[in-house]
């Protein structure tokens, strides 16, 4: 009669642990079963312990064999199986003595099952503790054990009870698998059984120095990832999920977030060999391989996919993979034919990515593939070898061709990581194909709403023929020449990232107010960001502590306050605002004096002569008078066409001494550091007077970029009437100081030779830049607040975009919004930014009734979004220098409504060819501007379209070189 249960114990030099595990055995209160002991050549007394339990007991069987490992000895045991029900026991663990009396009674309570597994305690030898726990990774819906299976191994072996019938059918364990053995026969066990887990402790797990898992731990997880990466290669994707009714809307959902899950978590193990899209092609190969299949399932996966792509992330496999497969779906690609993708290759590339990074982790790859792949990598990595993300653009069938696809494999064995991208022929269907190191996309066109979601990438590379649009994040693009030999075209793109060892890396240096605060924060950021660090080393200096909340730099930007230098040279000093905030005079007097005192520390006796502080001190007396009169507004100026003379009486230099001299001398202190090839930017007034300061004491060059109108903004920084007389003629000595002057604008720049005597030949022009990619991608980004404003009910949106002060004219756009509100329209407006006038406009949207239309998104540090689900972003400014946010909702596919400021947006666009410019301050001809866009479809479409090819013309790919020219300029200091 054959007995209740069959227990292969295999074992392999573990005598010491062996006797344990068999007398767990003879405890069992349920007696109907056989032992089949499997002896894998053992060298210790592994051999005489089974012997003497087997003479001792009829039901253990002995089976002495050579070597195989794990597999071989469990499919020799399975071999001479009699009993219905089969178990494993590892001959380090042990069973509890209820074992297999629990197992018959869940098995006749579930008489269908065949496959049964439960609850483990763990036995840390060490320590002696016992530890009962639940499962290795989260028992997953019943109808996607599989799909849990490829996130985390939750099956503990030795707790598994499996009707023999359904072994059978199923094969034993596969021999190559060294140590996921077990790991695969689960998954081919559930994809024909459905696993009923058993909440009972039937096992003791035992976690000692000498088991596989602890001499070689990265080996289990490669070779769980290749039994996992085998698996998904023979199985489409219902067969994945056997379990789930596809059939059924709910179910198919249930199933495709199920499989997502588990492909969008990075530590999943079927990840454990390297990013890989598998999982997540079988999804697509399902979902798209119907044209019935319903429309919300492709659209819940086309999510879920885009979310990836969109997420922070560094230049990985995974964060690459997701970002084609996005560039794929945007494209319009529905054919995903899935590839066999071969685990060697994959460990190969991980292997190369290793050695290219230094990872520390290198070796146990190699190891793994010399013993479990027989495979030999070198140990050498090739000079050219790299990690570069190479995208070959507008190739057509160029992959085709022989010379092309030996130069790719080339690239691909080296550790690059090279993509074909082309847009689709006639002939041709969109689709998409991943090859392990090479990945070919084929797509509609590429363009604003396909080529972003690739994000940035280090080259790109196309036919000389073909232009590559600056929806293209390449950082350096050179062209393929069909006129020269495969190794030719080969050696310049391993060149494209030279370093001429007579080249030196110049330091530039961007001075500014504060890390992050507005719109030349921004263009400082995107500079930095996109110089060519083959060239130029950037260093950013703040001058004061606060800042917004803003994009992080990169890693290899140092980034310096100067304040602390010149606290280490002079100590704590008082740092009152002369302008207000002391009410006392006693208070002024004596902050005035220790000013005095202070300037006369820190300017050098040649530098106060030349701008001759001294001898022209203001009486204090008007000073006092100003604060006590409590003057708000911008008092009456001269508006003199030449600088300030600086024998003017009425001038407080001190004020403006006693606020400039401290920065100067920090920056000179800061400027020791570096080198005298250094270039140093000065970002906006202060900054600027800061380095010709400076320059007076070190004789640093300095080019100052300037970001506003300063006739206007200068009055509303220094009300005092003194104090702004002094203020101009240091701004305009600065300015004349600096090799050059940049502004975003030629109407800016007039204004600065007009009323601030600045010579036209310092003026130079450079449009600030955006970078087109990077906008549009977070203009995609899902964010709550957007979807609901979006969702609600159909209305007209309109963005403003910018702080909260007098200067952006939010009562000329409260205005608008009362009188469309008067003529009966429908629309909904989101004031995006935060300042010091918020209070002021809630108050006014309350006055004209507009809470129910107009709402305070506040400051965001990422206002794409809100502009991307505008139907408009309208301008109210009372003056700009460039109106930034105009091309910057462009790039978010919005029609932008402006006021034609004196400067600025009549120059951003053309006068009106690419969006709509109404004279400055005219609230009917603003409404009236918006109301064209409401009733006009078809001009709003218009204007998109144009606004995408304007703003192609501000991209940093185009901006930058200008700036680099630039600084080459800059002469170096005199030493």
């Known amino acids: 009669m054959s007995p209740f249960a069959t227990i292969v114990v295999p074992t392999f030099n573990q005598a010491q642990y062996l006797g344990h595990a068999l007398e767990s055995l003879l405890a069992q209160t349920d007696t109907s079963w056989e032992a089949i002991v499997v002896n894998d050549g053992s060298t210790d007394d592994t051999a005489s312990v089974i012997d003497a339990y087997a003479a001792r007991d009829s039901r253990i069987r002995t089976v002495h064999k050579e070597n195989g490992g794990v597999a071989s000895a469990l499919n020799a045991g399975l071999m001479k199986a009699r009993g219905e029900w089969i178990h494993w026991l590892s001959s380090d663990d042990m069973f509890e003595p209820e074992k297999l009396a629990i197992n018959r009674r869940w098995i006749e309570t579930v008489p269908g099952g065949n496959f049964f597994f439960s609850y483990f305690t763990l036995l840390t030898e060490a320590t002696g503790k016992k530890e009962r726990r639940r499962l290795w990774g989260p028992l997953p819906d019943s109808a996607h054990q599989i799909l849990g299976l490829f996130h985390r191994n939750y099956i503990s072996g030795i707790s598994i009870c499996v009707r023999r019938a359904a072994w059978e059918q199923v ?76 059939s059924d809307g709910a179910s198919a959902s249930s199933a495709i977030t199920g499989a997502l899950d588990v492909a969008c978590d990075r530590s999943s193990f079927i990840y454990c060999l390297g990013a890989h899209p598998a999982l997540v092609l079988r999804v697509l190969e399902w979902v798209f ?75 146990p790859v190699r190891d793994y593939m010399k013993r479990f792949m027989n495979i030999e990598v070198p140990l050498a990595l090739p000079l050219e070898a790299g990690s570069a993300r190479i995208v070959f653009l507008n190739c057509g069938q160029a992959e085709r061709h022989p010379a092309f696809r030996e130069a790719l494999q080339r690239l691909a064995d080296l550790g690059y990581r090279p993509m074909i991208l082309s847009s689709n022929h006639a002939a041709e269907a969109a689709l998409y194909e991943w090859h392990v190191r090479i990945t070919i996309v084929r797509i509609a066109s590429l363009d604003h709403n396909s080529l972003p979601w690739l994000g940035e990438f280090e080259l790109g590379i196309s036919l000389p023929d073909k232009e590559i649009p600056v929806w293209a994040g390449a950082g350096q693009l050179i062209h393929w020449d069909d006129g020269v030999s495969t190794e030719a075209n080969l050696q310049k793109i391993l060149m494209f990232h030279p370093t001429d060892a007579d080249t030196t890396i110049r330091p530039v240096l961007f001075l500014e107010r504060v890390l992050w605060g507005g719109g030349a924060e921004r263009v400082v950021y995107e500079i930095v960001r996109n110089l060519n660090r083959q060239r130029y080393r950037p260093v950013v200096l703040t001058m004061f502590d606060e800042h917004g909340k803003g994009l992080g730099f990169p890693a290899d930007v140092e980034t310096i306050n100067i304040q602390k230098y010149l606290y280490e040279a002079v100590g704590e000093t008082c740092s009152s605002d002369l302008n207000g905030g002391a009410e006392k005079i006693s208070v002024i007097r004596r902050a005035v004096r220790k000013g005095r005192a202070l300037y006369r520390r820190l300017l050098s006796a040649e530098l106060r002569e030349r701008i001759g502080v001294g001898r022209r001190i203001v009486k204090f007396r008007a000073l006092l008078s100003s604060i006590r009169d409590g003057q708000k507004g911008t008092p009456s100026i001269k508006k003199e066409s030449t600088p300030v003379s600086s024998s003017a009486p009425g001038v407080d230099f001190v004020g403006a001494m006693y606020h400039h001299g401290p920065q100067a001398n920090g920056l000179s202190r800061v400027m020791q550091r570096f080198g005298n090839d250094v270039a140093l930017i000065a970002v906006m007034e202060e900054a600027t007077v800061a380095a010709w300061l400076a320059q007076a004491s070190i004789g640093q060059p300095y080019i100052a970029s300037l970001h506003t109108v300063e006739s206007k903004i200068l009055p509303r920084l220094y009300p005092e009437n003194d104090r702004y007389l002094a203020e101009k003629w240091v701004l305009s000595s600065a300015c004349n100081g600096a090799a050059a002057v940049v502004f975003p604008s030629a109407g800016g720049g007039g204004d600065l030779h007009e009323n601030f005597g600045v010579s036209l030949e310092k003026i130079k022009v450079l449009w600030n830049p955006v970078d087109c990619v990077q906008i549009r991608r977070q203009s995609w980004r899902l964010v709550d607040e957007v979807s609901e404003w979006k969702s609600a009910a159909k209305t007209f949106r309109m963005v403003h975009v910018g702080r909260l002060d007098d200067e952006k ?78 091309v910057e909702a462009m790039v978010c596919g919005t029609a932008v409504i402006s006021a034609d400021c004196p400067t600025g947006p009549g120059e951003v666009l053309a006068n009106g060819e690419y969006g709509l410019l109404v004279p400055n301050g005219d609230c009917e001809a603003l409404a009236a501007a918006v109301e064209r866009l409401m ?33 080459d300029s800059v002469p170096y200091r005199k030493r």
Not at 817 to 833: E, M, N, P, T, W
Not at 844 to 859: D, M
Not at 867 to 874: E, Q, R
Not at 937 to 961: N, T
């Open 935 to 967: 009733d006009d479809d078809s001009l709003k479409e218009r204007l998109v379209k144009r606004g995408y090819r304007r703003a192609e013309d501000f991209d940093v790919k185009k901006i930058v070189p200008q700036w680099e020219a630039l600084i």
């Open 809 to 886: 004219n939010h009562e000329l756009l409260l205005q608008v919004c009362s009188r469309l509100k008067q003529r009966g329209r429908d629309f909904s407006l989101a004031i995006v930014g935060g300042g010091g006038d918020r209070e002021w406009i809630e108050r006014q949207i309350q006055e004209h009734s507009l809470q129910s239309r107009v709402f305070l998104a506040g400051e965001q540090q990422n206002p794409f979004p809100w502009m991307s689900a505008a139907d408009a972003l309208l301008l109210t400014s009372r003056f700009e220098a460039f109106a930034l946010v105009l």
């Open 289 to 363: 391989s119907c044209e019935d299949r319903e429309h919300d399932q492709r659209k819940q996966v086309c999510s879920r996919i885009e979310q990836m792509a969109l997420r922070d992330s560094d230049d990985d496999e995974w964060s690459w993979m997701w970002r084609q497969l996005a560039l794929s779906l945007a494209g319009g690609a529905a054919s995903f034919c899935y590839s066999q993708i071969e685990p060697a290759e994959l460990a190969s590339r991980l292997y190369r990515s290793r050695q290219v990074s230094k990872d520390p982790s290198l070796q």
């Open 171 to 246: 094969g034993f364990f596969n021999e190559e698998l060294y140590y996921a053995q077990d790991y695969d026969q689960w998954l081919r066990l559930l994809s024909k059984n459905q696993g009923v887990f058993i909440p009972e402790w039937t096992v003791i797990s035992r976690n000692h120095a000498a088991q596989g898992s602890e001499t070689f731990p990265a080996a289990c997880y490669f070779d769980t990832a290749k039994a996992a990466i085998r698996f998904i290669n023979e199985h489409s994707f219902p067969e994945l999920v056997p379990w789930a009714d596809l």
